[in-house]
């Protein structure tokens, strides 16, 4: 809708009078720095990662140092258990722990004396038929975006994320589907670009790499309410987005399917 | 997840009772008065009555000083349809009646039955020293008995600069104190701390539901045709309901009858046209006005490929008949169509508008009771559609109304003006649902359930003119609202999880909410020139408008309330001391008030409110108070006049589940709002204006901390609208050049620059990476428009 009334404003003001941006100075409050976790568990043979790190005031420059020296236990529901190993700072992985289609999974972390816990589903594994292109007539003309192939089974409470790589370099998109308006149907997922400033159209021979993970309810939740709240006052207030971490951490756990699929552009 | 799925029998027969005891209780009232009013008579009186119309157009002119000379307080003022009725002892006496604009008429009536005198007032030639401003009495501000009512006179708005040469009467409101716009892109209106929904936007007696053009940037009126615009901020009058913060009366010009006329404008986006004359000379006429943008005629021009198979317009036709059956009947039938379009190639589509209708009958059943009677049909609705690589799919929706309303207005004596009557509403509301276009789309339909329910209102209110120096406005306004079947309605916990659902069949009534609605305000005149006065309102609203963005969408949906979204009530509270100047010359107000909010309504991080079935899991609920100082100073007469306008005010809410349940300051608060309005007839031709206005920004929430995940950079936020964007203000400016010939047709030309020394007011702040150095986050502000001028050609023959 933003696009929209940007649109309106153009055409009813003309070109000479369009909207305009300046950078402004403005006072912000500060705030106790809080731990931030990023957690991660797939059924592929790669590890299973917790990075810890904390929130910094927005006037410094973006460094975030990794959180050392804490506990990070991740078990299933099938009785298994691991403290993770902390590899480098604040990084800490779990060396013989799979993630397993189906099962229920505990993240406890425990830093100075506070303990956060969050638990996640891992779904069935929905299958990834393919990866291909689409073209879609633009802006530019006709325009091929990297399109996800695969059939939602029948029965709401399927949730898909794509994490597109163009080159080996990621998007920093986001794109989520809930299966709520396609159950069960045969779905063509468009990648489109987003407003990030890394993509650009694609070009004969570059190499595009998604991967396409199948996660729970709580995930799907927490990263539409995050992209939501994108700094931008004109939009509903923005919010914090709902963690399923306890005890005030930011960030997320969690546990999902996960499968790539490259394609080169001839 | 347990359900439980229930049927309930006889509750319609239970509610249909309930509905008509209220009402009879309320005629029976109605009628005690009367009854005790009419025993008061002791020496004879009659009744002098009649309908004061414009001599030229045969327009009927609301609000037109009618008195009796020799019989103190013997005075009252011409009504909507332009009705009068005087009662007074048998004798001989002089009726004057007086209406700025028109010369003054005076008739001699000898009184020993009820006499019936209509009134056909003449032009008054354009005098340069008495520039014409007002519609209303020139102490008006002293002596009326409402408070926080203003009226907007159309003649005063046609000369003010505005936006792209656009007249538009939403925006002029804002200039009054008490009544913020929301801001540039947006046609929507605060009143006093309300939300932009809680406004009731009359045109004709029909409510319009969605009162903006393109987005917000301009307003469906097309202000050449309107008669009169009046807006109730404070004490609302006991014949109006439905919203909570004010009423937006617009009133239509009906159609000269007496000859023809044509009048239009040419603009830089739009043009307008209007053709009115006699059907029958002096019984019946008809008016038909239309305006249509056509900023997308350039872009068929473009050389962009895209570009060319886009739409962008909107249109507005208004089209009037009426017919005047006798001296004591009138008939009226008006419609309103208009809608905005906005399409790119053939992959995205979307357009949506209202249409109103009305059929109202005059009736003067005896001279001392006038009687309107109306149906109204009322609706909104939209369409999108996207066919785009396999995407194929419409969603529409729409809101409907079916209003049967009935006003009576008695009048027994000089001192009282009786008004009762009923109100019926049936709503129908349609949500937005997808429609896969085909069985290979790859989106599903849904089904939202559709909504009916069932608005009725009884009211009675009495204007008292107790004595010389206190006026007294006291009426009771009952309410009810029923949410119908068919439907299924769902009940949820804290969290928004659903525990209970009950099905309803067609016609059966789900919930009834009954709220009792006192209003009154007192004046006390102290001298003729000073006043002060005091107001209590209490108002429920039974819709809400799903509006999640700052700048209002035309997908908002409207919900009726239900078990679980309480009907919104408010209570106002409104002290004020009026003081006029200079006889009558300079008028100055001010006026506090404080208003109390119950059952209102926010939402859940990152509710979705479109094709949802659960649309209320969505909501939370809690109170909202306000509370404010407005200050008015007005110079009315004279080659330079104008006004200033400052309001001091706070509105916030405390939700459960925002903020922690602790107070915050809505996103409606504008702590200084400043409005300084100045006209000046430099010559007989050239008229100069100016507007600048100053607000304190918008609340806004920003971030307190950053953090990085996946990545990314993302923000961490605590209190909810704790700070402020960065003030708005602006100054428009204007010239407006009128020749008028000897055979009556006028031509202009109005220049205008809005946004003279082109300030970048924020329309957004985002909080981004800095280009220069992506370690840095910056903060960026986004405004909409700079300087702007335009030229408008205006036409009248």
């Given at each position: ?189 468009i990648l489109f670009n987003g407003d990030s400033e890394e993509e650009r159209v694609l070009q004969p021979g570059d190499v595009v790499t998604v991967e396409m993970q199948c996660i729970d309810k709580q ?48 | ?216 940037f301009f307003s469906t009126f097309n202000s050449d045709a309107i008669k009169d615009v009046t807006v109730y901020k404070g004490s609302i009058p006991a014949e109006f309901g439905g919203r909570v913060s ?70 507005d036709l208004n089209a009037k008949v009426n017919y005047s059956i006798n001296d004591k009947n009138r008939i009226y039938l008006s419609g309103y169509f208009g809608k905005d379009v906005l399409g790119f ?453």
């Open positions: 809708m933003k696009q929209l009334t940007y649109l309106a404003a153009i055409i009813i003001t003309g070109i000479s009078f369009a909207s305009c941006t300046k950078v402004i100075d403005v006072n912000l409050d500060k705030t106790e720095p809080k731990i931030v976790i990023e957690g991660n568990l797939t059924d592929t043979a790669g590890p299973g990662m917790v990075k810890i790190t904390r929130t910094i005031d927005i006037d410094k420059n973006n460094n975030f140092p990794g959180v050392r020296g804490a506990t990070v236990i991740i078990k299933d529901d099938a009785g298994n258990e691991e403290v993770l190993t902390e590899t480098e700072a604040g990084v800490y992985k779990t060396m013989t722990l799979r993630g397993v289609e189906g099962r229920t999974y505990t993240l406890t972390v425990s830093i100075d004396g506070t303990t956060y816990t969050a638990v996640s589903h891992m779904p069935m594994k929905v299958a990834y038929d393919s990866l291909g292109l689409k073209e879609v007539r633009g802006f530019d003309g006709l325009v091929p975006y990297p399109t996800v192939f695969y059939r939602d089974p029948v029965g709401i409470g399927n949730y898909y994320r794509a994490v597109r790589y163009v080159n080996n370099i990621p998007d920093g998109e986001l794109y989520v589907e809930s299966d709520e308006f396609i159950d069960g149907k045969n779905r063509e997922a995930m799907y939740e927490y990263l539409v309410e995050r992209e939501e709240a994108d700094g931008n006052s004109q939009a509903a207030a923005p919010a914090n987005p709902t963690s399923n971490i306890s005890n005030g951490a930011i960030g997320y756990f969690s546990a999902h399917t996960s499968e790539t699929k490259v394609l080169a552009l001839p | 997840m347990k359900l439980s799925v229930r049927v309930i029998p006889g509750s319609t027969r239970t509610h249909i009772i309930k509905l008509l005891t209220n009402m009879l209780k309320f005629r029976l009232l109605a009628i005690l008065l009367i009854i005790g009013m009419a025993a008061q008579a002791q020496t004879k009186k009659f009744t002098v009555s009649g309908t004061v119309k414009a001599k030229s157009s045969g327009e009927t002119l609301i609000g037109a000083i009618v008195k009796i000379n020799e019989v103190q307080g013997a005075g009252t003022v011409s009504n909507e349809y332009g009705f009068y009725s005087i009662t007074v002892p048998e004798g001989t006496y002089t009726l004057s009646v007086s209406y700025l604009g028109y010369q003054s008429s005076e008739y001699k009536i000898t009184l020993n039955q009820n006499t019936t005198q209509n009134v056909a007032m003449a032009d008054e030639g354009q005098k340069l020293d008495e520039v014409v401003i007002k519609s209303e009495r020139d102490d008006a501000n002293v002596t009326r008995s409402e408070m926080g009512m203003m009226k907007l006179d159309i003649k005063t708005a046609n000369k003010l600069p505005v936006i792209m040469g656009e007249k538009d009467i939403l925006k002029t409101m804002s200039l009054m104190p008490g009544i913020a716009s929301a801001g540039d892109g947006n046609s929507g209106f605060y009143v006093r701390g309300g939300g932009p929904d809680q406004n009731l936007i009359l045109l004709d007696e029909a409510p319009v539901y969605n009162a903006s053009h393109l987005l917000g004010s009423v937006l009366d617009i009133q239509m010009n009906e159609g000269n009858n007496q000859d023809y006329h044509v009048s239009g404008g040419i603009g830089l986006i739009s043009s307008k046209l209007n053709v009115e004359g006699p059907i029958q000379k002096g019984k019946s006429s008809f008016l038909v006005t239309g305006r249509r943008t056509y900023a997308d005629v350039f872009l068929g021009l473009s050389n962009d490929e895209s570009l060319k198979g886009s739409q962008l317009y909107f249109y190639n053939n992959i995205f589509g979307f357009d949506w508008g209202n249409t109103t209708g009305t059929a109202r009958w005059n009736h003067i059943v005896n001279s001392k009771l006038f009687s309107n009677t109306s149906l109204i049909y009322s609706d909104y609705r939209y369409n999108i559609g996207i066919t785009n690589a396999g995407f194929d799919f419409d969603i529409k929706s729409k809101i409907q109304d079916w209003n049967l309303k009935q006003e009576f207005t008695y009048y027994p004596s000089t001192k009282h003006t009786v008004k009762f009557g009923f109100n019926s509403i049936y709503h129908t509301i349609e949500p937005g649902n997808i429609q896969a276009k085909s069985a290979e789309s790859q989106i599903n339909s849904t089904n939202v359930e559709s909504r009916y329910a069932w608005e009725n209102a009884v009211f009675v209110s009495d204007d008292w003119k107790v004595s010389d120096k206190l006026h007294l406005s006291y009426g009771l306004r009952v309410s009810s609202f029923s949410l119908l079947g068919q439907g299924t309605f769902y009940v949820f916990d804290k969290d928004g999880n659903t525990i209970d659902s009950n099905v309803y069949a067609s016609g059966e009534f789900a919930k009834t909410y009954f709220n009792p609605e006192p209003r009154m305000s007192i004046n006390y005149i102290i001298n003729p020139k000073t006043s002060i006065k005091a107001g209590y309102t209490r108002g429920a609203q039974y819709l809400h408008l799903m509006s999640n963005s700052n700048t209002g969408n035309p997908t908002d949906l409207w919900i009726p309330s239900s078990e679980i979204v309480k009907p919104q009530v408010v209570d106002q509270y409104s002290l004020g001391f009026y003081r006029n100047f200079k006889d009558n010359n300079y008028e100055f107000s001010a006026e506090v008030y404080y208003k109390d909010m119950q059952n209102q309504i926010d939402y859940r991080n990152g509710a979705q409110l479109n094709v949802n079935t659960k649309i209320e899991s969505e909501l939370l609920f809690g109170v909202g108070r306000a509370y404010g100082l407005e200050l008015f100073f007005k110079k009315k007469y004279g080659r330079f006049n104008g006004w200033v306008g400052y309001t001091l005010s706070r509105t916030e809410r405390k939700i459960d589940g925002i903020n922690n349940g602790d107070w915050y300051v809505s996103r409606y608060d504008r702590t200084h709002d400043v409005s300084v309005v100045g006209m000046y007839d430099l010559t007989k031709r050239w008229t100069l204006s100016a507007i600048w206005v100053y607000n304190t920004g918008n609340a806004v929430t920003y971030p307190a901390a950053k953090y990085e995940l996946d990545g990314e950079t993302y923000f961490y936020y605590s209190d909810r609208n704790a700070s402020r964007m960065p003030a708005y203000h602006r100054l428009d400016i204007g010239a407006t050049y009128t020749k008028i010939t000897k055979r009556g047709r006028e031509s202009s030309w109005a220049f205008s620059v809005y946004n003279a020394y082109n300030r970048y007011n924020p329309f957004s702040i985002a909080f981004q990476q800095n280009e220069v150095n992506p370690q840095q986050t910056q903060a960026v502000q986004t405004s909409l428009f700079g300087i702007v001028p335009s030229i408008t050609y205006n036409f009248k023959f």
